[in-house]
């Protein structure tokens, strides 16, 4: 059985806002995106326990559940800092899992405050958009 | 200890086994159905106070970045109140007030080439350009009007966002958050922790009465084996004997649970039940919370329409004090031209005066020549005259004209 | 999140364990992520087949990962190449449009720009006029087409604004 790679996409428009990377990466949305690399797998024989996790730090807890073919079949993100808003599956591998998240809005950083108007409205009504993604999710 | 008898025991023991495992399945099913319901509503709480804090952060950005900062002080402050209405003014008045100097100077210098007619250098520039910044000028007031129309709006809008929305609406939203969906809601505190807690420990009631049938039937199981020494098998069978005329009292003991496990979820879920239906309000407030975060984006673009114009404005004006300028450089060169030109006319008088000196002279020489001219011809005619025939030289062997005509004029400057 | 922050559960249904060993727990993020393809894209041009062992040991990462993140790597790089060759051949077709729309669009478009090269013709076409033909000539008692130019550019200011206005009182019924 292959192991699962996790990715998680931040949608929070504040990734927008600083100047694209220009370092020849071909992962665009790069600065939004993390990598979840501690992965436990329970089958149907574990005890239920190996749920509890000796990590103390853990703020993040992503569950993917499958079924015998190994087929994705829900994900839930719990988490203070980010909500799930959707997640798909890579099209050429069922065990990469992308999940689309989005982190709790904060406050501008003080570089981004003194932009243009139109810009300050565009991120206005992006963050809206969000909110309604978000609460359909609900 | 007779056959019989363990198989009477046996048969009871399987029968209420299969009864407590039937009443167990179906508790254990009500407990689980409640707890799943329980971690959904903790899931949809959590996530609801996320949106409330995401929401409380956008009308947060509404209201310092967008409202005070983007346009309170940015736009209206700085950029329409101080650089378009202050500065620039000062600026188009600076030039307006060189322009019109310079056209009352122009006006004041009187053309002293033109003899019949009054005329000034001001006559002879165009109006219409020194008067652009004029009009610009007199636009000014109506912009002022205009920001200090659409600056009211400002604030009227943002009291209205401070005191309404978030004032008002935004804090009754929270509230009403806090008394229905926090982890503080009594109701809430009796679902994540009492109810679970209480799940638990039935969930283990029911395990242990299983575990006593379990027990009983398996012990009754070895009986029926007879794999045990008959010391051991007699001592068995007592207990099992003794456990057997206990079932009756245990399988109440385990309906009663199983009754207490309904009741337990039946609260529970009509407890959930309840915290469900109270999700429409709620949602209904959040919804009505972002409709008026949208709202605002219409407002704001009137805003954007107003700056659009006003910048529009002052790239006019900014044009027309380039214009102005230029001109101004361009009247300096007409006045400087027009003093050259005075030379220049005084220049072409001189030459035109020397012109007649030499026409002067000239005739003079001429008339001086000719007259010797003619003496000698007179002298010619005098000594040859008789003897020459007037055909040898027709027309010309007396002719006394003057070999020469002259007609000059040098032009009046 | 990451590796420290964030645990990731993959309950899998209908299986047993059946000797599978959970992955290590390791750290990836952007920085090794930029590192692996700049290593990785260079093998592109050579005939060197990649030493996964080695990768693996020098980022601390099992290979599973490193083969999968490559191969999604190469997979968006080529995505965006075939995107860019898509652009440019769209380009290529519609280029004589594209110029046309973007010349009539510099003159809608409203720049902050006071000395833009639009500006600069302007105003010299304004003095050349004035060279030409009002310096030449003498002002006219009466002449009404000195003002006609600017109170038509206030008048349509005017009607912007109160257009404006009217847009304003309709929209701000707060």
Known sequence: MDAFVVTVVDRNVKHGLAPALKFGHPDHESQALMFACNVKYIFEDDEESVAEGDDGGIENVVVIETNGGLKVTNVELISERFKLLEYETAEDDNHEVVISAMSKFEGLGEEFRELPLERLVEIYRLRNDQLESLFNTL | MSDTNIERVVEKSRRFLTQAQSICHESNNRLLLLKVRIQEWQKYRSKLQ???????????????????????????????????????????????????????????????????????????????????????????????????????????????????????????????????????????????????????????????FLKSFTDHFDKCGILLSR????????????????????????????????????????????????????????????????????????????????????????????NSI????????????????????????????EVAAKMSQVIKSCEDQLAQLNSADIRERQMFLLENGDFLPETIWPHEIGNLSPLYSLDSSVRKI | ??????????????????????????????????????????FGNQKKTIDWVRLSRDFETPEYFLRKRSYRLFAKHLKMLEQEIETKTRGLTAGSEIEDTDSANNNE??????????????????????????????????????????????????????????????????
């Open chain 3, 1 to 42: 999140m990451n590796a420290e922050n964030t645990i990731v559960y993959v309950k899998i249904s209908g299986r047993t364990r059946d000797g599978f060993v959970d992955p290590p727990k390791f750290k990836w993020d952007l920085e090794k992520d930029k590192k692996l393809w700049s290593k990785v894209s260079r």
């Open chain 2, 227 to 318: 794999s045990l020494a008959p010391v051991d098998s007699k001592s068995l069978y007592e207990i099992v004997e003794r456990d057997d005329k206990d079932l009756p009292a245990i399988d109440s003991a385990l309906k009663e649970a199983a009754s207490d496990v309904a009741r337990f979820t039946d609260d529970g879920n009509a407890l959930l039940d309840k915290k469900e239906g109270e999700k429409a309000d709620m949602e209904a407030a959040v919804m009505k919370m972002m409709n008026e975060l949208r709202k605002h984006e219409e407002y704001i673009l009137v805003f954007e329409g107003i700056s659009k114009l006003i910048r529009k404005f002052k790239i006019s004006c900014m």
């Open chain 3, 109 to 174: 478009e409203f720049e902050d720009n006071d000395g833009g090269e639009d500006d600069e013709f302007l105003a010299s076409e304004g003095l050349k006029n004035l060279r030409s033909s009002k310096i030449l000539n003498q002002k006219v008692p009466g002449d009404a087409r000195a003002a006609e130019s600017s109170l038509s550019e206030l008048s349509n200011l005017s009607v912007s604004k109160s257009a404006l206005e009217e847009a304003l009182l309709d929209r701000l019924q707060l």
């Open chain 2, 50 to 208: 996320f949106v409330l804090e995401c929401i409380s952060e956008q009308t947060d950005f509404l209201t310092t970045i967008l409202l005070k900062r983007g346009i309170g002080e940015s736009l209206i402050e700085k950029e329409w109140r101080s650089v378009v209405l202050v500065d620039l003014v000062n600026e188009m008045e600076h030039w307006q007030k060189e322009i019109q100097k310079t056209v009352e100077r122009l006006d004041n210098i009187k053309n002293v080439l033109e003899q019949q007619r009054d005329t000034h250098l001001g006559d002879f520039i165009s109006r219409d350009t020194p008067h652009a910044l004029g009009e610009k000028l007199t636009e000014v007031p109506v912009i002022k009007k205009q920001v200090e129309n659409i600056t009211k709006q400002y604030q009227h809008m943002l009291s209205k966002v401070q005191s309404q929305v978030v004032g008002t609406r935004l804090t009754r939203v929270n509230q009403e958050f806090d008394r229905k969906f926090s982890d503080q809601c009594e109701e809430n505190v009796k679902l994540d922790e009492q109810s679970t807690a209480e799940a638990d420990q039935l969930e283990q009631e029911l395990a242990d």
């Open chain 2, 322 to 349: 380039r214009q102005t300028r230029e001109l101004l450089d361009f009247y300096a060169n007409f006045e400087k031209s027009y003093y050259n030109l005075l030379s220049e006319v005084e220049r072409r008088r």
